[in-house]
């Protein structure tokens, strides 16, 4: 059974950067496609980025391209979004989600992921 849990986040000035983690389980072989996504109050669900754990070949969003970094540390199964710059537009519940053991075939189609972590809240003040 797969468990994400997400961790990293908080209320940061613009311009700032935070670091947000989501922690695995029950991905044992390491073939993963992985994702971040954001939900703003009353809006959709949106990707930013993925990674497909085997290979390491990543995917983002034209919104976050340049900003934010997203990376995998197997030995730890641990999934990481570095934030920079971080804009006032930035604030969200924040979500890491996984697609075990298949490729990231349209990555930011968040109706192909079955796994959520609970997600973890992203202020950002101006």
């Known amino acids: 059974q797969v468990h994400l849990v997400e961790s990293g986040g908080g209320s940061v000035q613009a311009e700032g950067s935070l670091r947000l983690s989501c922690v695995a389980s029950g991905l044992p072989y390491n073939r993963d496609c992985m994702a971040w996504f954001r939900q703003p109050p009353g809006k959709e669900r949106e990707g930013l980025a993925s990674?497909?754990?085997?290979?390491?070949?990543?995917d983002y969003a034209d919104s976050v391209k340049d900003r934010f970094t997203i990376s995998h540390d197997k030995s730890q199964n641990t999934l990481y979004l570095q934030m920079n710059s971080l804009k006032p537009d930035d604030t969200a519940m924040y979500y890491c989600a996984v697609r075990p053991q298949v490729s990231c075939y349209q990555p930011f189609d968040h109706y192909r992921y079955n796994d959520w972590g609970q997600g973890t809240q992203v202020t950002v003040t101006s």
């Open positions: 990674i497909y754990t085997l290979t390491g070949y990543t």
